[in-house]
């Protein structure tokens, strides 16, 4: 198949996926093109995606300059984000999904020009190989960094383990809804907190079905 074949793919299983849940409002579709040449990512662009995901400062500068002439694309950083590279990044994209601990949202609060659109990571399944934090630190790091008025957290992200079953995908996700509905209780202007960024290529569907807001699908738009 070819990549515009599969996003198309793509698009109807989220379309199926949003009616199953009996959902009436929108996931947005990030296209993953880390690892990617540009002229994949630019027919990944042809074939109607506007968000586009990367991982690292220098594909991210690689993108963006070859789409210099397209100002309706949303880039996403998706890549966990050094302190000392925050600067080379943060005024350069729409969304951080990477904010993983305190240090990281003072060093953005003096980089950037405006405020930042950030998801809060989160390590829900608790792996040792995965960064982010626990489900019980979120609300306090959201706590420490309200006075930031450069951090706007939108959101909360995570990554569920591979070899998850569904009946396990299905608790990861909902606990992380869980606690995204506990964070905007809390009413604070600069964590609304409203979005959930969980889903890739092999659990997308089911995060969906558990309020899923952006999902970040790489293979499946690339791979036959």
Same mark, same amino acid.
């Given at each position: 198949m070819t990549i515009s074949k599969? #996003?198309?793919a793509v698009k109807k299983s989220i379309d199926r996926a949003m009616a199953v849940a009996n959902r009436q409002d929108q996931v +947005?579709? #990030?296209? =993953? +093109?880390k690892y990617h040449? =540009?002229?994949?990512a630019q027919q990944v662009v042809a074939a109607g995606v506007t968000n586009l995901a990367e991982n690292r400062p220098e594909g991210? @500068?690689?993108?963006?300059? @070859?789409? /210099?002439?397209?100002?309706?694309? /949303?880039?996403?950083?998706?890549?966990?984000?050094?302190?000392?590279?925050?600067?080379? %990044?943060?005024?350069? #994209?729409?969304?951080?999904?990477?904010l993983d601990r305190l240090e &990281?949202? +003072?060093? !953005?609060?003096?980089?950037?020009?405006?405020? %930042?659109?950030?998801? !809060?990571? =989160?390590?829900?399944?608790?792996?040792?190989?995965?960064?982010? =934090?626990? &489900?019980a630190n979120v609300v306090p790091l959201v706590q420490e960094v309200k006075v930031d008025d450069? %951090? &706007?957290?939108?959101? &909360?992200?995570?990554? @569920?383990?591979?070899?998850?079953?569904?009946?396990?995908l299905h608790q990861l996700f909902h606990q992380? /809804?869980? /606690?995204?509905?506990? %964070?905007? @209780?809390?009413?604070?202007? +600069?964590?609304?907190c409203r979005e959930l960024s969980m889903g890739m290529s092999h659990d997308y569907q089911i995060a969906i079905l558990e309020g899923a807001t952006f999902v970040r699908v790489g293979t499946a738009l690339f791979d036959a």
């Open positions: 599969n #996003i198309m +947005t579709l #990030i296209g =993953v +093109t040449s =540009v002229s994949e991210l @500068a690689e993108k963006q300059l @070859a789409f /210099k002439e397209n100002h309706d694309l /949303k880039w996403h950083f998706i890549g966990s984000l050094q302190k000392r590279k925050v600067k080379k %990044v943060i005024n350069q #994209i729409d969304y951080l999904h990477s &990281l949202a +003072t060093e !953005i609060q003096k980089r950037a020009n405006q405020p %930042v659109k950030c998801f !809060i990571e =989160v390590n829900v399944s608790g792996e040792e190989s995965k960064s982010g =934090v626990s &489900l450069k %951090v &706007l957290v939108v959101g &909360l992200m995570t990554m @569920a383990p591979k070899d998850a079953n569904d009946e396990q992380l /809804k869980l /606690k995204r509905d506990e %964070v905007q @209780a809390l009413e604070l202007p +600069t964590a609304p």
